[in-house]
Protein backbone atom coordinates (compact mmCIF):
# COMPACT_ATOMS: atom_id res chain seq x y z
CA UNK A 1 0.00 0.00 0.00
CA UNK A 2 1.10 3.43 -0.88
CA UNK A 3 1.77 6.64 1.32
CA UNK A 4 -0.17 9.14 0.05
CA UNK A 5 -1.75 12.72 0.52
CA UNK A 6 -4.89 14.90 -0.05
CA UNK A 7 -5.55 18.18 0.61
CA UNK A 8 -8.78 19.97 0.51
CA UNK A 9 -11.58 17.81 2.03
CA UNK A 10 -14.46 19.54 0.75
CA UNK A 11 -17.82 17.80 -0.74
CA UNK A 12 -15.83 16.03 -3.07
CA UNK A 13 -12.52 16.06 -1.62
CA UNK A 14 -13.69 14.48 2.25
CA UNK A 15 -14.94 11.57 -0.08
CA UNK A 16 -12.19 10.92 -2.44
CA UNK A 17 -9.78 10.50 0.55
CA UNK A 18 -12.05 8.50 2.42
CA UNK A 19 -11.95 5.86 -0.19
CA UNK A 20 -8.31 6.07 -0.77
CA UNK A 21 -8.22 5.09 2.70
CA UNK A 22 -10.96 2.58 2.74
CA UNK A 23 -8.57 0.59 -0.36
CA UNK A 24 -5.77 0.91 2.30
CA UNK A 25 -3.31 3.69 2.07
CA UNK A 26 -1.70 5.51 4.33
CA UNK A 27 -2.99 9.10 3.52
CA UNK A 28 -2.06 12.22 5.17
CA UNK A 29 -4.29 14.95 4.82
CA UNK A 30 -4.52 19.32 5.15
CA UNK A 31 -7.59 21.07 4.81
CA UNK A 32 -8.29 24.94 5.19
CA UNK A 33 -11.36 23.57 7.54
CA UNK A 34 -8.71 21.73 10.08
CA UNK A 35 -12.80 19.85 11.78
CA UNK A 36 -12.24 17.98 8.41
CA UNK A 37 -9.09 16.45 9.21
CA UNK A 38 -9.87 15.72 12.70
CA UNK A 39 -13.33 14.24 11.27
CA UNK A 40 -11.06 11.91 8.72
CA UNK A 41 -8.91 10.69 11.26
CA UNK A 42 -11.63 9.51 13.31
CA UNK A 43 -13.48 8.09 10.83
CA UNK A 44 -10.66 6.48 8.90
CA UNK A 45 -7.54 6.63 10.13
CA UNK A 46 -6.53 9.50 8.01
CA UNK A 47 -3.13 11.12 9.36
CA UNK A 48 -3.55 14.91 9.98
CA UNK A 49 -0.84 17.33 9.58
CA UNK A 50 -0.39 20.61 9.43
CA UNK A 51 0.42 22.76 6.45
CA UNK A 52 0.80 21.29 2.73
CA UNK A 53 4.24 21.38 3.38
CA UNK A 54 4.11 18.06 5.52
CA UNK A 55 1.85 16.40 3.48
CA UNK A 56 3.97 16.38 1.14
CA UNK A 57 7.49 15.62 2.78
CA UNK A 58 6.73 11.61 2.73
CA UNK A 59 3.85 11.20 0.63
CA UNK A 60 4.73 8.96 -2.73
CA UNK A 61 1.74 11.11 -4.63
CA UNK A 62 -0.30 14.02 -3.12
CA UNK A 63 -4.02 14.73 -4.75
CA UNK A 64 -5.74 17.53 -4.28
CA UNK A 65 -9.64 19.08 -5.06
CA UNK A 66 -9.70 22.85 -3.99
CA UNK A 67 -11.98 25.47 -4.92
CA UNK A 68 -10.32 27.46 -7.26
CA UNK A 69 -7.12 28.62 -8.97
CA UNK A 70 -6.03 31.19 -6.62
CA UNK A 71 -6.31 28.37 -4.01
CA UNK A 72 -4.53 25.12 -5.78
CA UNK A 73 -1.84 27.95 -6.63
CA UNK A 74 -1.35 28.50 -2.59
CA UNK A 75 -1.18 24.81 -2.09
CA UNK A 76 1.37 23.71 -4.38
CA UNK A 77 3.74 26.81 -5.05
CA UNK A 78 2.60 28.83 -1.41
CA UNK A 79 4.70 29.16 1.49
CA UNK A 80 4.28 26.02 3.12
CA UNK A 81 3.07 24.55 0.05
CA UNK A 82 3.57 21.10 -1.70
CA UNK A 83 6.77 22.32 -3.41
CA UNK A 84 8.54 23.69 -0.15
CA UNK A 85 7.89 20.29 1.13
CA UNK A 86 8.55 17.53 -1.73
CA UNK A 87 11.26 15.52 -2.83
CA UNK A 88 12.29 14.85 -6.17
CA UNK A 89 9.63 12.15 -8.12
CA UNK A 90 6.86 13.21 -6.12
CA UNK A 91 3.71 12.84 -8.29
CA UNK A 92 1.08 15.64 -7.82
CA UNK A 93 -2.18 15.07 -8.94
CA UNK A 94 -4.61 17.93 -8.88
CA UNK A 95 -8.25 17.18 -9.36
CA UNK A 96 -9.66 20.79 -9.14
CA UNK A 97 -11.34 22.50 -12.03
CA UNK A 98 -8.86 25.15 -12.67
CA UNK A 99 -7.26 27.59 -15.30
CA UNK A 100 -5.91 25.38 -17.81
CA UNK A 101 -2.98 28.07 -18.31
CA UNK A 102 -2.12 28.35 -14.59
CA UNK A 103 -2.09 24.54 -14.55
CA UNK A 104 0.70 24.01 -17.33
CA UNK A 105 2.12 27.03 -15.58
CA UNK A 106 2.59 24.42 -12.00
CA UNK A 107 3.86 21.74 -13.80
CA UNK A 108 6.62 23.96 -15.59
CA UNK A 109 7.19 25.10 -11.80
CA UNK A 110 7.19 21.94 -10.20
CA UNK A 111 9.03 20.01 -13.34
CA UNK A 112 11.69 22.55 -12.42
CA UNK A 113 12.41 21.17 -8.76
CA UNK A 114 11.85 16.93 -10.07
CA UNK A 115 8.07 16.66 -9.29
CA UNK A 116 5.86 14.99 -11.49
CA UNK A 117 2.44 16.67 -11.80
CA UNK A 118 -1.07 15.89 -13.39
CA UNK A 119 -3.75 17.92 -13.83
CA UNK A 120 -6.78 15.80 -13.44
CA UNK A 121 -10.44 17.37 -13.14
CA UNK A 122 -13.18 15.19 -12.14
CA UNK A 123 -16.92 15.37 -12.94
CA UNK A 124 -19.84 13.08 -10.39
CA UNK A 125 -20.36 15.75 -8.40
CA UNK A 126 -20.71 14.57 -4.67
CA UNK A 127 -22.52 11.28 -5.17
CA UNK A 128 -19.66 10.24 -7.82
CA UNK A 129 -17.35 11.34 -5.11
CA UNK A 130 -18.92 9.27 -2.52
CA UNK A 131 -19.68 5.94 -4.41
CA UNK A 132 -16.29 5.98 -6.03
CA UNK A 133 -17.53 6.54 -9.60
CA UNK A 134 -16.18 9.74 -10.89
CA UNK A 135 -14.89 10.32 -14.29
CA UNK A 136 -11.35 12.21 -14.60
CA UNK A 137 -9.84 13.64 -17.54
CA UNK A 138 -6.57 13.91 -17.44
CA UNK A 139 -3.57 15.82 -19.12
CA UNK A 140 0.25 15.95 -18.16
CA UNK A 141 2.72 12.50 -19.26
CA UNK A 142 0.98 9.52 -20.26
CA UNK A 143 3.69 7.47 -18.21
CA UNK A 144 2.74 9.51 -14.98
CA UNK A 145 -0.56 8.62 -15.33
CA UNK A 146 0.16 5.00 -16.15
CA UNK A 147 2.14 5.10 -13.05
CA UNK A 148 -1.41 6.81 -10.99
CA UNK A 149 -4.22 4.71 -12.62
CA UNK A 150 -4.46 2.41 -9.81
CA UNK A 151 -5.34 5.39 -7.37
CA UNK A 152 -7.53 7.28 -9.94
CA UNK A 153 -9.97 3.59 -9.84
CA UNK A 154 -10.13 3.79 -6.21
CA UNK A 155 -11.91 6.79 -6.74
CA UNK A 156 -13.24 6.98 -10.34
CA UNK A 157 -14.79 4.23 -13.06
CA UNK A 158 -14.20 6.41 -16.08
CA UNK A 159 -10.55 7.71 -16.74
CA UNK A 160 -9.92 9.82 -20.04
CA UNK A 161 -6.24 10.57 -21.14
CA UNK A 162 -6.43 13.90 -22.84
CA UNK A 163 -2.73 14.76 -23.89
CA UNK A 164 -0.54 16.75 -22.50
CA UNK A 165 -0.78 19.89 -19.69
CA UNK A 166 -3.58 21.91 -19.45
CA UNK A 167 -5.66 19.32 -21.42
CA UNK A 168 -7.67 17.52 -18.71
CA UNK A 169 -9.02 20.97 -18.05
CA UNK A 170 -10.13 21.89 -21.42
CA UNK A 171 -11.75 18.74 -21.92
CA UNK A 172 -13.45 19.41 -17.91
CA UNK A 173 -14.69 22.95 -18.88
CA UNK A 174 -16.02 21.96 -22.43
CA UNK A 175 -18.06 19.41 -20.38
CA UNK A 176 -19.73 22.01 -17.94
CA UNK A 177 -19.80 24.51 -20.49
CA UNK A 178 -22.67 21.95 -22.70
CA UNK A 179 -23.83 20.99 -18.94
CA UNK A 180 -24.64 24.64 -17.73
CA UNK A 181 -25.57 25.74 -21.24
CA UNK A 182 -28.48 22.59 -21.17
CA UNK A 183 -29.70 23.58 -17.70
CA UNK A 184 -30.24 27.29 -18.34
CA UNK A 185 -32.30 25.92 -21.70
CA UNK A 186 -34.53 23.73 -19.23
CA UNK A 187 -34.76 26.33 -16.70
CA UNK A 188 -36.21 28.75 -19.67
CA UNK A 189 -37.93 26.07 -21.58
CA UNK A 190 -39.99 24.93 -18.35
CA UNK A 191 -41.07 28.16 -16.86
CA UNK A 192 -42.58 29.28 -19.89
CA UNK A 193 -44.30 25.78 -20.10
CA UNK A 194 -45.61 26.13 -16.46
CA UNK A 195 -46.41 29.43 -17.04
CA UNK A 196 -48.89 28.54 -20.22
CA UNK A 197 -50.89 25.91 -17.87
CA UNK A 198 -48.61 22.51 -18.91
CA UNK A 199 -47.65 19.86 -15.97
CA UNK A 200 -44.19 20.49 -15.29
CA UNK A 201 -43.84 15.79 -15.12
CA UNK A 202 -45.63 16.01 -18.35
CA UNK A 203 -43.35 18.29 -19.63
CA UNK A 204 -40.35 16.81 -18.43
CA UNK A 205 -41.48 12.95 -20.01
CA UNK A 206 -42.32 14.86 -23.45
CA UNK A 207 -38.19 15.82 -23.48
CA UNK A 208 -37.36 12.50 -22.18
CA UNK A 209 -39.31 10.93 -25.01
CA UNK A 210 -37.84 13.15 -28.10
CA UNK A 211 -34.52 14.47 -29.61
CA UNK A 212 -34.32 17.06 -26.44
CA UNK A 213 -33.89 13.90 -23.98
CA UNK A 214 -30.99 15.06 -21.46
CA UNK A 215 -29.34 12.76 -18.67
CA UNK A 216 -28.75 16.12 -16.88
CA UNK A 217 -32.64 17.03 -17.08
CA UNK A 218 -33.58 14.24 -15.91
CA UNK A 219 -31.43 14.08 -12.94
CA UNK A 220 -31.93 17.58 -11.51
CA UNK A 221 -36.14 18.08 -12.94
CA UNK A 222 -36.82 15.89 -9.96
CA UNK A 223 -35.12 18.31 -7.54
CA UNK A 224 -36.41 21.25 -8.69
CA UNK A 225 -40.32 19.95 -8.73
CA UNK A 226 -39.84 18.47 -5.32
CA UNK A 227 -38.16 22.24 -4.25
CA UNK A 228 -34.84 20.50 -3.19
CA UNK A 229 -31.73 22.75 -3.60
CA UNK A 230 -29.33 20.96 -1.87
CA UNK A 231 -26.28 20.77 -2.63
CA UNK A 232 -23.84 18.53 -4.79
CA UNK A 233 -22.83 20.98 -7.33
CA UNK A 234 -22.66 24.76 -6.13
CA UNK A 235 -23.97 28.11 -8.24
CA UNK A 236 -20.98 29.28 -7.62
CA UNK A 237 -18.48 27.14 -8.28
CA UNK A 238 -20.09 26.55 -11.74
CA UNK A 239 -20.07 30.32 -12.30
CA UNK A 240 -16.27 30.31 -11.45
CA UNK A 241 -15.97 27.66 -14.20
CA UNK A 242 -17.71 29.42 -16.49
CA UNK A 243 -15.48 32.37 -15.90
CA UNK A 244 -12.67 29.72 -17.00
CA UNK A 245 -14.49 28.90 -19.68
CA UNK A 246 -14.93 32.47 -21.43
CA UNK A 247 -10.93 32.86 -19.84
CA UNK A 248 -9.83 30.35 -22.09
CA UNK A 249 -11.94 30.99 -24.99
CA UNK A 250 -10.29 34.79 -25.31
CA UNK A 251 -7.08 33.29 -25.05
CA UNK A 252 -7.98 30.68 -27.84
CA UNK A 253 -9.80 33.52 -30.05
CA UNK A 254 -12.82 31.31 -30.00
CA UNK A 255 -16.65 33.21 -29.53
CA UNK A 256 -19.13 31.90 -26.58
CA UNK A 257 -21.86 33.97 -27.10
CA UNK A 258 -24.44 31.48 -25.10
CA UNK A 259 -22.13 30.88 -22.54
CA UNK A 260 -21.31 34.61 -21.90
CA UNK A 261 -25.16 34.88 -21.22
CA UNK A 262 -25.85 31.65 -18.94
CA UNK A 263 -23.19 33.53 -16.80
CA UNK A 264 -24.75 36.29 -16.38
CA UNK A 265 -27.88 33.92 -15.00
CA UNK A 266 -25.99 32.34 -12.93
CA UNK A 267 -24.50 35.32 -11.24
CA UNK A 268 -28.37 36.69 -11.29
CA UNK A 269 -28.79 33.69 -8.70
CA UNK A 270 -25.49 34.78 -6.83
CA UNK A 271 -26.69 38.28 -6.58
CA UNK A 272 -30.13 36.87 -5.44
CA UNK A 273 -28.78 34.84 -2.51
CA UNK A 274 -28.58 30.93 -4.17
CA UNK A 275 -24.65 31.16 -4.83
CA UNK A 276 -24.51 28.37 -2.29
CA UNK A 277 -27.18 25.91 -3.33
CA UNK A 278 -27.04 23.20 -6.14
CA UNK A 279 -27.43 24.54 -9.85
CA UNK A 280 -30.51 23.58 -10.54
CA UNK A 281 -31.74 26.12 -8.26
CA UNK A 282 -30.38 28.76 -10.45
CA UNK A 283 -34.50 28.70 -12.26
CA UNK A 284 -35.21 30.55 -9.14
CA UNK A 285 -34.37 33.82 -11.50
CA UNK A 286 -36.70 32.76 -13.51
CA UNK A 287 -39.38 32.43 -11.67
CA UNK A 288 -38.63 35.08 -9.47
CA UNK A 289 -39.21 37.35 -12.76
CA UNK A 290 -42.09 35.98 -13.02
CA UNK A 291 -43.83 34.63 -10.38
CA UNK A 292 -43.99 31.11 -11.42
CA UNK A 293 -42.83 28.04 -9.28
CA UNK A 294 -42.34 24.86 -11.50
CA UNK A 295 -42.87 22.05 -9.12
CA UNK A 296 -44.71 18.91 -9.16
Known sequence: MAKLGFLGLGLMGYPMARNLLKAGHEVSVWSNTAAKCEQLAAEAGATVCATPADVARDAEAVFLCVGDTAMAEAVILGENGIKAGAKPGLVVVDASTISPSASVRISEALGAVGVEFLG??????????????????????????????????????????????????HAKLTQNLVLSNILQAFNEGVVLSTRAGIDPKMMLDILSNSAAKSGLIEYKAPFIFRRDFTTNFSVKWMHKDIGLMLDSAAELNVPLPLTALTRQMFQAAIATGHGEEDICSTIKVLEGLTGVEVKG
Not at 143 to 148: I, L, Q, T
Open 120 to 169: APCTGSTPGAINGTLTFMIGGKEEVFEAMRPYFETMGKKLYYCGGPGTGL
